[in-house]
C-alpha cells in the first residue's frame, strides 16, 4: 500500500492510546505475522473479509450509519461523503452523525477529513440491503440500451433526442425527483400501485415470471406490449427486470415512495431494561451451588459413561432420547447434562470410541454400513478427578467461554436461520451477554429476558433478530447452569471472565461446597446441599450414587466397597477417610460390610494366561519350559503335559517355530485351525470429541502501537527478486541457490544460524541485516547475512 493511502494518513495521526484501542477493536490486523509499519496495517485494515468481521460487532447506530456512508458511495459519492447528506437520509443532526462516526473511526470504518466521511478502499457498498432497498438507478441504467432509453423517455413525456448520455442523465434527473416520482405513481393503475406497495414496504425485490426481462425487451414499442401492471412500472422505469424473472425497484424510487418525510431507522440510544433488586448474598449463594453442581453433573456423566457408553446418532451428536435419559437417572435437568456433555467434551474429557468392523463374507473386504460411535472417558478424566474443585471450575468455565456453540440452542433452527456457520455468532453472542449482564447496575437483575434480547440487538445488530433470541435466551440458561449469573445478574465468576482472572472467583465459589456426609444405618450415605470434589470423589470410590439434587445419596453395597478394594484401597484407609467426613460416628452395619469384604476380599486368586501349550511327551515339555529362547513366553507348566504362557496363541506359535519345533494351532474342540490368508483392513482413525482450539494469548495492543510508532520513518523494503545473490557473493552451489530462492519467495524456510536451525519467512534486507519473521517464535529478529547458512 502506498504511503498516501487515506486510512494509512489516519493512522500515522494517532496516538499511542488511539492506535492501541483501534488494534483492540480490530485484532486480526495483528494476526501472524505481525505487520511491520503503518502502510501493512493499514493494508490488512482494508481487506474486505477483516472490515466484514469488523462490521459484525458494530452497535446499531453505527451499523445504521456505516450503511448509510455505503448507500452514497453506491450512488457515486466515492471522493467522499457529506456528514449532512447521512444527517438527511437518517433525520438527525450533524453532530450526531460526527460522533458516531468518530466511534467507527476507532474501528477503521469511517474518519472525517477534510469534512467529509472517508472509508477503507476494500469498504463494500451493500449498505442498501441493511434498509431492504434496492441497487442504486445508476447500476440497473448502467447496460440498458439507447432504444430501451428513448422508449422510457418517451412514456414519461421526455426528450427523446440527443445522445445516450444525454437521455441517461434526463431519465435518472427525472427518476431522482422525489416529488415528480410520487406524482406520477399517483395515477398508477390498482394492480401496479399493490405491486410498487409491496416493493417499497415488503421487499426490494419479487418475481414477475421467467426471463421477464426478454419478453419485456421483445414486446417494447411493438404492438404485442400489454399495459400490465408489470409492465406499467417497467416502462416509467419504476422497476428493473432480469433474466431470471426477478424484478427489483432501485433505491431512489423506493425512498421517494416511502415518503417525504420518512428517514431510514437511527437508534443512537440503547433500549431501556426493566431492573428489580437482587440481594449480592443471594447472588453469590446460587452462583457457588450452581457451580458445585456443573462440576457434580459433569463429573457423573463422565463417570456413567465408563459404565454404559454413551452412543452417538449418525449426525455425530448425542440423540435428545440419550439426553432425556441421562438427565432421568441423574435427576438433572435436560440443559444440565447437555451443558454437561458439551463441557466435557471440549474440555477433552470424553473421547469418541468406534467398535471394529466385523469382516464380511467376502476375502478383505467390509461392510458399508458405518459403525455405530460411542463415548467413553477420555485417558484425561483421571488427571481431571485429580485436581482440586477450583481448578476443575476454572478448567470448565475457560471452555464454555470459548466454546462456539450454544449447546442449549437448537442447531437446525439456528443454522437455517442464519444461513451460514453459526459458530462465531454463537461466540459473539456469549461474551455480549455476559458483558451486558456485569453492566447493569449493581445489585440489580433483569426481570424480562425479552427485553434483555433487545438490547443485545441494539449492540448486535449485524445477526438476525430471530436467532439473536434464540441464542440471547440459550446464553442466559448456560449462564445459570455454570454459575456466571443467579437470578438474571452477573455473579462474581461473570466478573472474573471478562477480567481474566478465574482462580481465586472460583476458589471462593467452591468453598461453600459440603464436605461432610451423613451415615445411615441402611447403609447410605446423605449429603445435604453440593458435595466438595473430594467427598464426591471418595463416596463414588466405595458407594453408588442413587440421587441427586438439593440432596445426594450413596448406597454402600458389597460389590461397592470389593471395587474399592480391587482399585487398592485398603480396611485401615477406608475406614479412616469415612470417619474423617462423617456427621458422627459411623454405624454398625457399615463398618460390619467393610471388614466383612475385606476379610473375603483375595481369597481367590486369578491369574491371566494369554494361551495354553499342550503336548503327549512330558519330557519335551520340560525342554521348551526351560528353553532361555523362549523365556519371553513366561512359560509354566502347571501339569506334566500343560504349559502356559503369558502370550497370545498367535506369538506363542512364532517363537516355538523360531526355536525350531513344529506346533500346531489347536481349537477348543481340538480340532486343527486352518490358517487362511486374509487382505489386512486399514486400521480405523481415532477419533476425538471436536473441541475448540486453545486460544492463543491475546496480542498486547500498547506493545504493538509503541512498536507501530517507532517504525513509522522507516519505508518499506521488500526483497526484491535476485537481491540476495549481490548478498552472498560467490555462493552458487545448489544449497545455496536453493536457499536464496526460498528466502525471496517469502514463505517459510529452514536455515541455519549461530549453530542454531530456524523457520522463517517474510524477510526483508537491510544492509547487513535480513529483518525475518520466526514463525515456530512468534516473533521478529534481525539476523546477520554473513551468519547464515543452508541446512
Given amino acids: 500500500m502506498e504511503p498516501e493511502e487515506p486510512l494509512v494518513g489516519l493512522l500515522i495521526k494517532l496516538n499511542r492510546g488511539e492506535l492501541a484501542e483501534l488494534l483492540a477493536n480490530r485484532p486480526d490486523a495483528l494476526d501472524a505475522p505481525w505487520p511491520r509499519r503503518m502502510s501493512d496495517l493499514g493494508d490488512r485494515l482494508c481487506q474486505p473479509e477483516s472490515i466484514e468481521l469488523a462490521i459484525t460487532k458494530l452497535t446499531a447506530p453505527e451499523l445504521q450509519v456505516l450503511s448509510v456512508i455505503q448507500l452514497k458511495i453506491a450512488q457515486g459519492d466515492h471522493e467522499g461523503v457529506a456528514v449532512s447528506a447521512v444527517a438527511e437520509l437518517l433525520g438527525t443532526t450533524d453532530r450526531a452523525i460526527g460522533e458516531v462516526v468518530g466511534a467507527l473511526s476507532r474501528h477503521a470504518l469511517a474518519w472525517l477529513e477534510y469534512g467529509v466521511i472517508q472509508v477503507p478502499t476494500g469498504m463494500p457498498t451493500n449498505g442498501h440491503r441493511r434498509f431492504r432497498l434496492g441497487r442504486p438507478l445508476a447500476h440497473e441504467l448502467a447496460s440498458i440500451t439507447v432504444e430501451y432509453l428513448k422508449a422510457k423517455c418517451a412514456v414519461l413525456g421526455l426528450p427523446t433526442n440527443g445522445r445516450r448520455q444525454e437521455l441517461y442523465d434526463s431519465l435518472v434527473d427525472y427518476l431522482r425527483d422525489g416529488a415528480r416520482v410520487r406524482d406520477l405513481v399517483s395515477v398508477a393503475p390498482d394492480g401496479a400501485a399493490e405491486l410498487l406497495h409491496k416493493l417499497v414496504w415488503e421487499d426490494s425485490e419479487i418475481r414477475l415470471g421467467h426471463s421477464i426481462q426478454h419478453t419485456h425487451y421483445a414486446q417494447l414499442g411493438s404492438p404485442l406490449h400489454r399495459e400490465t401492471p408489470a409492465n406499467w412500472v417497467i416502462d416509467r422505469g419504476l422497476v428493473y427486470p432480469s433474466y431470471s424473472g426477478v424484478a427489483s425497484m432501485p433505491l431512489e424510487i423506493g425512498l421517494a415512495l416511502r415518503g417525504r418525510d420518512y428517514h431510514l431507522p437511527f437508534t443512537p440510544d440503547p433500549p431501556q431494561v426493566a431492573l428489580c433488586p437482587v440481594a449480592p448474598e443471594r447472588v453469590a449463594t446460587e452462583s457457588s451451588a450452581a457451580a458445585l453442581r456443573l462440576l457434580d453433573r459433569v463429573v457423573t456423566v463422565v463417570g456413567s459413561a465408563a459404565v454404559e457408553a454413551i452412543p452417538l446418532i449418525k449426525t455425530g451428536r448425542i440423540g435428545a432420547r440419550t439426553i432425556a435419559k441421562l438427565a432421568k437417572e441423574l435427576g438433572a435437568e435436560i440443559d444440565e447434562i447437555r451443558v454437561a456433555l458439551d463441557l466435557a467434551g471440549a474440555t477433552g474429557l470424553l473421547a469418541v470410541e468406534?467398535?471394529?468392523?466385523?469382516?464380511?463374507?467376502?476375502?478383505?473386504?467390509?461392510?458399508?454400513?458405518?459403525?455405530?460411535?460411542?463415548?467413553?472417558?477420555?485417558?484425561?478424566?483421571?488427571?481431571?478427578r485429580e485436581l482440586d474443585a477450583a481448578a476443575?471450575?476454572?478448567?470448565?468455565?475457560?471452555?464454555?467461554?470459548?466454546?462456539?456453540?450454544?449447546?442449549?440452542?437448537?442447531?437446525?433452527?439456528?443454522?437455517?436461520?442464519?444461513?451460514?456457520?453459526?459458530?462465531?455468532?454463537?461466540?459473539?453472542?456469549?461474551?455480549?451477554?455476559?458483558?451486558?449482564?456485569?453492566?447493569?447496575?449493581?445489585?440489580?437483575?433483569?426481570?424480562?429476558?425479552?427485553?434483555?434480547?433487545?438490547?443485545?440487538?441494539?449492540?448486535?445488530?449485524?445477526?438476525?433478530?430471530?436467532?439473536?433470541?434464540?441464542?440471547?435466551?440459550?446464553?442466559?440458561?448456560?449462564?445459570?447452569?455454570?454459575?456466571?449469573?443467579?437470578?438474571?445478574?452477573?455473579?462474581?465468576?461473570a466478573f472474573a471472565l471478562l477480567r481474566g482472572n478465574l482462580e481465586q472467583a472460583a476458589e471462593t465459589?467452591?468453598?461453600?461446597?459440603?464436605?461432610?456426609?451423613?451415615?445411615?444405618?441402611?447403609?447410605?450415605?446423605?449429603?445435604?446441599?453440593?458435595?466438595?470434589?473430594?467427598?464426591?470423589?471418595?463416596?463414588?470410590?466405595?458407594?453408588?450414587?442413587?440421587?441427586?439434587?438439593?440432596?445426594?445419596?450413596?448406597?454402600?453395597?458389597?460389590?461397592?466397597?470389593?471395587?474399592?478394594?480391587?482399585?487398592?484401597?485398603?480396611?485401615?484407609?477406608?475406614?479412616?477417610?469415612?470417619?474423617?467426613?462423617?456427621?458422627?460416628?459411623?454405624?454398625?452395619?457399615?463398618?460390619?460390610?467393610?471388614?466383612?469384604?475385606?476379610?473375603?476380599?483375595?481369597?481367590v486368586g486369578v491369574t491371566d494366561v494369554g494361551c495354553v501349550v499342550v503336548g503327549e511327551d512330558p519330557a519335551l515339555l520340560a525342554e521348551i519350559a526351560a528353553h532361555r529362547k523362549l523365556a519371553k513366553l513366561g512359560l509354566r507348566a502347571i501339569a506334566p503335559t500343560v504349559l502356559t504362557s503369558t502370550m497370545d496363541a498367535a506369538t506363542t506359535l512364532a517363537a516355538l517355530r523360531d526355536s525350531g519345533y513344529a506346533p500346531v494351532h489347536r481349537a477348543d474342540d481340538g480340532t486343527v485351525v486352518i490358517r487362511e490368508e486374509r487382505i489386512a483392513p486399514p486400521p480405523e482413525p481415532e477419533y476425538a470429541l471436536p473441541s475448540p482450539q486453545v486460544p492463543a494469548k491475546p496480542e498486547d495492543p500498547y506493545a504493538h502501537a509503541d512498536r507501530l510508532i517507532a517504525a513509522t520513518g522507516r519505508p518499506p523494503k521488500p526483497l526484491k527478486r535476485g537481491a540476495l545473490m549481490n548478498v552472498f557473493p560467490g555462493k552458487r552451489t545448489a544449497a545455496w541457490v536453493r536457499l536464496i530462492l526460498q528466502l525471496e519467495s517469502g514463505f517459510p524456510v529452514i536455515i541455519g544460524y549461530q549453530g542454531e536451525t530456524l523457520v522463517v519467512s517474510d524477510p526483508e534486507l537491510d544492509g547487513d541485516y535480513l529483518d525475518v519473521w520466526l514463525p515456530k517464535l512468534g516473533e521478529y529478529r534481525r539476523l546477520d547475512v554473513k551468519l547464515i547458512m543452508p541446512t
Fill in 509 to 603: 465459589a467452591v468453598s461453600n461446597a459440603c464436605g461432610s456426609a451423613l451415615f445411615g444405618t441402611d447403609l447410605t450415605a446423605i449429603v445435604t446441599g453440593p458435595p466438595s470434589t473430594e467427598l464426591a470423589n471418595l463416596l463414588d470410590r466405595v458407594a453408588d450414587r442413587e440421587t441427586q439434587g438439593s440432596a445426594s445419596t450413596w448406597r454402600f453395597s458389597p460389590a461397592s466397597v470389593r471395587r474399592a478394594y480391587d482399585n487398592g484401597a485398603s480396611l485401615d484407609g477406608v475406614l479412616e477417610t469415612l470417619r474423617a467426613v462423617a456427621r458422627g460416628e459411623l454405624p454398625q452395619p457399615l463398618t460390619y460390610l467393610l471388614n466383612d469384604v475385606a476379610r473375603r476380599h483375595g481369597e
Fill in 392 to 493: 476443575q471450575l476454572t478448567r470448565l468455565l475457560r471452555s464454555w467461554w470459548d466454546f462456539r456453540w450454544a449447546s442449549t440452542a437448537d442447531e437446525k433452527t439456528v443454522r437455517a436461520t442464519l444461513g451460514e456457520d453459526p459458530h462465531e455468532a454463537h461466540e459473539l453472542v456469549r461474551h455480549l451477554a455476559v458483558r451486558l449482564l456485569a453492566g447493569l447496575e449493581p445489585g440489580t437483575g433483569l426481570i424480562d429476558p425479552e427485553q434483555f434480547a433487545a438490547l443485545a440487538a441494539w449492540h448486535l445488530p449485524a445477526i438476525s433478530g430471530d436467532i439473536l433470541r434464540v441464542l440471547v435466551a440459550a446464553t442466559l440458561t448456560e449462564a445459570r447452569i455454570v454459575g456466571v449469573s443467579a437470578s438474571y445478574a452477573a455473579s462474581d465468576l
Fill in 354 to 384: 468406534i467398535p471394529m468392523m466385523p469382516e464380511s463374507s467376502g476375502r478383505g473386504r467390509r461392510p458399508a454400513s458405518k459403525p455405530p460411535e460411542f463415548l467413553h472417558p477420555s485417558d484425561d478424566f483421571p488427571r481431571f
